[in-house]
């Protein structure tokens, strides 16, 4: 009684997880057809896989069905765990499936999307009406409702075959997310830059290395300002030109007496010789 309780305070906690799967129900197929095949035609195989994956190859951690089943740790689990997982899978196959889903959905708080819930409803509905059908042609022994009911029994394996595959396929996809299987992480989003003020003539290093100086700036910030001088500057003027007071320069032309120079224009006797 006290385990049932447990089961129950399990599943209306597992209602609160907020995780959800790497990969839906409708997508596995697209993420790894491959697997997903091997799921349709090796179940049980692949099963067996699975939950000693999800164990961490770590077998005494095994209890029949994850420990959600009434006969959960009262099948000889500590002594032969391989032997118990492989009965398990091959009798129990549902089961065994839907253990593995709970016991990764416990460890990492994965919610079920609203999707793969009416997924997994549909085919319990459709193996349900399955049975009633059969069971009602049995008893009227009608020949046409006892054909309608193999159909539907027909119907039914197979929506279940690939239901569970793709569940398998999921849980397969998920313990890689684990793992570390999907090689590097995606580039992070840059964080939100800061525009420069009129007041802030260097837009702020934000989201950029601090030790990283600006182009053509020494680190510590803003430039030096410029070491102070008067105008002109004291050097000024250069050597070799004259100083206050001596111009024109010595040596300058003309020489001074020497203006106009001789054979000046105009001729001393007018134009034309007059």
């Known amino acids: 009684m006290a385990s049932s309780q447990a089961n129950l305070d399990k599943m209306q906690l597992r209602q609160s997880y907020r995780n959800l799967w790497?990969?839906?129900?409708?997508s596995t197929i697209q993420a790894d057809f491959p697997y997903c095949c091997l799921a349709l035609w090796c179940g049980p195989c692949v099963s067996y896989m699975l939950r000693k994956r999800a164990l961490y190859n770590d077998m005494s951690?095994?209890?029949?069905?994850?420990?959600?089943?009434?006969?959960s740790g009262k099948c000889g689990?500590?002594?032969?765990?391989?032997?118990?997982?492989?009965?398990?899978?091959?009798?129990?196959?549902?089961?065994?499936?839907?253990?593995?889903?709970?016991?990764?959905?416990?460890?990492?708080?994965?919610?079920?999307?609203?999707c793969?819930?009416?997924?997994i409803g549909f085919m319990f509905c459709l193996q349900q009406i399955a049975c009633i059908f059969s069971i009602v042609a049995a008893i009227v022994g009608s020949e046409e409702l006892s054909e309608a009911s193999q159909i539907l029994s027909c119907l039914s394996d197979m929506v279940y075959c690939s239901v569970c595959a793709c569940m398998q396929t999921q849980h397969k996809i998920e313990m890689d997310k684990?793992?570390?299987?999907?090689?590097?992480?995606?580039?992070?989003?840059?964080p939100m830059q800061q525009m420069s003020r009129i007041d802030q003539p260097i837009p702020p290093p934000v989201g950029y290395t601090p030790q990283q100086p600006a182009y053509g700036q020494p680190y510590g910030g803003y430039p030096p300002a410029p070491?102070?001088?008067?105008?002109?500057?004291?050097?000024?003027?250069?050597?070799?030109?004259?100083?206050?007071?001596?111009?024109?320069?010595?040596?300058?032309y003309p020489p001074p007496g020497s203006y106009p120079p001789q054979g000046s224009y105009p001729p001393p006797h007018g134009y034309y010789g007059k």
């Open 22 to 26: 790497h990969s839906d129900l409708t």
């Open 61 to 71: 951690r095994y209890v029949c069905c994850a420990g959600y089943m009434p006969c």
């Open 77 to 114: 689990e500590s002594r032969c765990p391989e032997f118990c997982l492989a009965t398990e899978v091959f009798l129990c196959f549902g089961n065994s499936v839907a253990s593995t889903r709970f016991l990764l959905q416990d460890e990492f708080n994965i919610q079920t999307t609203k």
């Open 116 to 119: 793969d819930n009416c997924i």
């Open 178 to 190: 684990r793992d570390g299987k999907f090689g590097p992480q995606p580039m992070a989003v840059p």
């Open 227 to 252: 070491p102070a001088q008067g105008y002109p500057p004291a050097a000024y003027p250069p050597a070799g030109y004259p100083q206050g007071g001596a111009y024109p320069p010595p040596g300058s």
